[in-house]
């Protein structure tokens, strides 16, 4: 399949490799051969390179020696992603409860609209974007841009684990309720509320992702 998009084409190799990885079509563990993805997207090496580097920096991708291959999953590792997780975002929610415009709670509101409607659809890659679209547009609130920078990578190297969590129906139907909550404890004011609701979200997100590991 050719790619043909109005962006570089590293970008559209990134993000094809992106959906691959996270949906199981390039498996956990798999080698990664550039001369085969080259020719079967029909892109020089430099672009593919660009793309595979984007993609070993947010952790899907590892090198070892002279091989790149797709990250493999690992408990330990899962678990200590999750819990600094955990931390990261309660002290974020914290920050950001008084500082959503209220004109915006109809632009969060949406997202989760969108990934009912993603559920309905059986669409588990379109799922995992719209959730993520929810936690990053909360992050865009939080004064403290350091601390955003640390979430977005643990997110990122625990991309491929929260793919293989929406999966599931039961899980993706959970995690919009949990969301939910949480929109209305922000809308509220609540900061304690909303720092229990999004530590619980963690915990049931951990516990979903062991169900796989």
């Not at 190799?13 to 080259?38: C, D, F, H, N, W």
């Not at 997207?41 to 091989?67: F, K, M, N």
């Not at 139907?173 to 949990?178: G, M, P, R, T």
Request: hydrophobic letters at 40%; a neutral charge.
């Amino acid at each position: 399949m050719a790619l043909n998009f109005p962006e570089p084409l590293y970008q559209q190799a990134y993000r094809e490799l992106k959906r691959l990885i996270v949906t199981g079509k390039l498996q956990p563990g798999e080698k990664v051969i550039m001369s085969k993805l080259a020719e079967q997207y029909e892109i020089s090496r430099t672009p593919l390179r660009e793309a595979l580097r984007q993609l070993q920096t947010e952790g899907l991708i590892v090198q070892t020696h002279s091989t790149m291959k797709i990250v493999e999953l690992d408990k330990k590792d899962f678990l200590d992603l999750y819990e600094t997780r955990t931390i990261l975002e309660k002290e974020i929610v914290g920050m950001i409860v008084p500082l959503v415009p209220p004109e915006d709670f109809s632009e969060l509101e949406n997202l989760l609209s969108k990934s009912k409607e993603a559920m309905a659809e059986e669409d588990p890659y379109k799922i995992l974007e719209l959730n993520t679209s929810f936690h990053e547009k909360l992050m865009n609130y939080c004064p403290n841009l350091r601390m955003v920078q640390l979430l977005n990578h643990v997110r990122s190297l625990l991309l491929i684990y929260r793919a293989n969590i929406n999966k599931k129906a039961k899980n993706n139907l959970e995690i919009y309720k949990e969301h939910l909550e949480i929109l209305k404890a922000i809308k509220a004011r609540d900061v304690q509320q909303a720092k229990q609701l999004i530590e619980v979200h963690m915990q049931n997100d951990q516990k979903r992702g062991l169900e796989d590991l």
